[in-house]
Structures are given as C-alpha cells and as structure tokens.
C-alpha cells in the first residue's frame, strides 16, 4: 500500500530536494479522486506536451502514473486532481504488481496525443455536445469542423473524431414535425441548403450521405471516430442508404424511393444491421435501430446499464475503452438513447448493455486500419436532455461515469500496448 499525499500539505512542508526524490505520481482513478475528469486532462496534457504516462488498467479504477516532469504536480494540485507520489522503487514494485500474470491488471504506455477534431456547425444550436463538455471542462485542446472541411479532405490533419447530435440522413434530425416553425430550424435548413448548393449537391441528404462516406473512409486510413446519440445510427444508415433516396419530400423536395428499405446495403454499415427505416416525416425516430422511449415503464433510479470486464492483457482496446470506478453507469436519454441488440452486427464488440432489456448502450468495431466507438444517449448527467435544456455544469459532477466514458475515448489513441511473446 501507497501512503496518500495531500497536495496542498505536500507544498507546504517538504522542501524542493524532497519532491525532486519522489520520482513519480500515482494518479488514481477509483473512488478516492477528487476530479476524475480533470484527471484525464493532466494527463492528456502531459503527453502532448512530450512527456510519456502510463494507464494501469483495471487497477483502482484505471489509475495513471507519470515521473514528475512538467510541473505535473502543481497542474494537477491547481484542478483538485489527487495524487500519489511514489518513489522509483516504489513505482517499479507498482508496475511489477500490475504486470503479474495473477492479476487482471496491466499496464500500457501513453506515448503520444491524438489530434482531435470535433464535427460541429459555427452556428449555436438549442442543444449542447457532452463531448465538447467533457473535453472544455478537462482543458483538453480541440478544432472544430464541418462539411466543407471534411469534403476536403481536411480530416486526415487529425486522429480522433466526434460526430454527435446529427442527422447524416439530411433530415434535420426529424425535428419537422415539432419544430419546423422555430426561428433555429428554419435558419438550420436555409443554411444546409445553400452549403449543398455551393458544395454541387442536388440536396442536403445526399450531402450528407458524401460526408458519411468520406469520414467512413477516413477512419479505414487509420482514423479514430467517437460518436454519440444520433450521431451513431444516422451515420450507419447513411452509409447503408449510398444511391437511395431515404428522405421524404419535406426534407429535400422529392418523395423518397418507394423501394428504399429493399435497396438498403447493410454491408456498408459500421455497426448495425437488418434495420427498417423509419419514412413517416412526421415520427421522431430515423429508424428501428434506436429503442422506443420508456419514460413511464422505467424508474429512473432503476434505469442503468453494466459495462463488461474484458482481460486488460489480451483485449487491451475494449479495456481501456471501460475503464472507470463503477461497473454500472446511470441511463440516460437522448434522441438515440440505445440500440436494439438485435441490430448489432456479431463482429462488434459491446462493451456496455442493459441487462435484461436485450438494449446496447456502448460498442465498439475496427474498420482497416481504424476504429469506431458509438456511445448512445445525449448526456451523461441530464438524464432526459431536451432541446433549449441549459449545458450541464460539470463542475456539479467531476466523477461523473458517464462522462469517463467520453475521456476513455481520447486516451486510447495515445496507447502502445507492447506485443506479447507467444
């Protein structure tokens, strides 16, 4: 067992040779971390700024350890991150324990930061995005961008991508029927449409299925993509639907093909299968892929879901991608809450489900040579997030599960699990 250090005595009564003797810092991740989210940031930080960390899978909640450079110390004492600090043999012994063969546990190196883009209009929508939350809130750098960059070829300039609350299908999110007389929405569709005109589309959806493609292909070069709420299913059936008009004549001007559900290549898709789509303009779903809301049927405080144990030395990936201090995380809605169990191709690995309700909260694929991660739901910590709702405060919520999630996914990219020898 370590001896716990707090920060502020730590400053205040050892002198500089002492600190300089402690040679690194255990940044844990279990129940005893102050700031989980801002943890993920020191460390993000840390590598990107040159120096090298360390993920101890499965150890106190996936816990860090760093050598002290950097100031890592003090950035960390400044974001109430608890830390460790351990001494070289002692870090070496950690290491040792973690790396045993008796235990579930393991350790890989954090060696470089992904780059990260996150896909978003300039333009404010009556919504908020948990993952521009979590990585603003974590201190985390990010660009934004949107069609015309990702047309142009601009995505390979990063490794990690988001794609959130957005209609790849070119239906405005199916919002037509509540909202198609609200000041945004009118202002959204004028906008999509002259960005489709300059770009030489023949309409949004059709536009949008390009971008699909093109991010598609990006993450077969080696690309990370994250994506969240309807930004997963919408995605998947843009991709199934390529050729096919899916959208109906108040989205783009022309009825949609009578023969769409027939035409559809589910062999295109990341991550679903067998799914209807769903033509009525005037029904707030895309397709079958997403459950049915259950608002009356399921107490909140009942409505969570599990995340799987994976071996942390042989399935490194889908270990790092569940790290957290709890083994059941909070539902929450959004306009994809979950995917129906059924529709999720065998090839995919579900990384965290709702027992008993046959519902796939959290998934995980290779595509070539890169990586996709859906994640449904809208935010972690508004469990039923409305349009026009106001962002959550992640300073009410620093240990958040949910949002661990989130920051798992811009870490794993950094890894270098080393080979084992057979």
Request: proline share 5%; net charge negative; aromatic share 12%.
């Amino acid at each position: 067992m370590f001896k716990r250090v707090y920060i502020v005595a730590f400053f205040l009564i050892m002198p500089f040779a002492a600190i300089q003797a402690q040679q690194h810092v255990l940044i844990s991740m279990d129940g005893s971390q102050t700031n989980h989210l801002k943890a993920y940031g020191v460390v993000f930080n840390h590598i990107t700024d040159g120096y090298n960390a360390q993920w101890l899978l499965n150890y106190r909640g996936g816990s860090f350890l760093a050598q002290v450079e950097n100031d890592i110390i003090r950035k960390s004492r400044l974001r109430n991150v608890s830390i460790e600090t351990l001494s070289t043999s002692e870090a070496r012994r950690l290491i040792a324990e973690v790396e045993s063969n008796s235990s579930n546990t393991s350790v890989v190196n954090l060696e470089k930061a992904p780059k990260i883009a996150v896909y978003t209009p300039d333009q404010a929508l009556p919504w908020d995005d948990a993952v521009t939350l979590a990585l603003s809130y974590a201190e985390v750098k990010y660009d934004k961008i949107w069609d015309v960059e990702v047309l142009e070829g601009k995505l390979d300039e990063y490794d990690w991508l988001h794609l959130h609350h957005e209609d790849f299908t070119g239906q405005y999110g199916k919002f037509w029927a509540s909202y198609r007389n609200m000041p945004w929405y009118i202002a959204q569709v004028k906008q999509m449409e002259a960005m489709a005109e300059e770009l030489g589309y023949p309409s949004v959806s059709e536009q949008k299925k390009a971008v699909a493609r093109t991010i598609k292909e990006y993450v077969g070069r080696g690309g990370f993509l994250f994506a969240m709420c309807s930004g997963t299913d919408t995605f998947d059936i843009a991709l199934a639907a390529e050729g096919v008009d899916i959208a109906p004549e108040q989205f783009d001007g022309d009825p949609a093909d009578p023969n769409a559900q027939e035409k559809l290549d589910y062999n295109k898709t990341f991550a679903f299968e067998d799914f209807s789509i769903k033509l009525n303009p005037a029904e707030y779903e895309h397709a079958d892929i997403d459950v049915p809301e259950s608002l009356n049927q399921v107490d909140q405080s009942l409505d969570f879901f599990t995340l799987f144990e994976f071996s942390a030395k042989w399935d490194p990936v889908p270990t790092m991608l569940t790290q957290n201090h709890v083994s059941s995380v909070r539902g929450f809605y959004g306009q994809t809450t979950a995917f129906q169990k059924d529709k999720v191709k065998s090839s995919v690995v579900i990384l965290g489900e709702s027992p008993g309700r046959e519902q796939v909260k959290y998934l995980h694929g290779n595509y070539g040579n890169g990586t996709f991660t859906y994640y449904a739901g809208h935010d972690p910590e508004d469990y039923t997030h409305r349009v026009n709702d106001p962002p959550t405060d992640l300073e009410l919520h620093p240990g958040s599960p949910g949002y661990r999630l989130i920051l798992n996914n811009i870490l794993f990219p950094a890894a270098k699990k080393e080979k084992k020898k057979t």
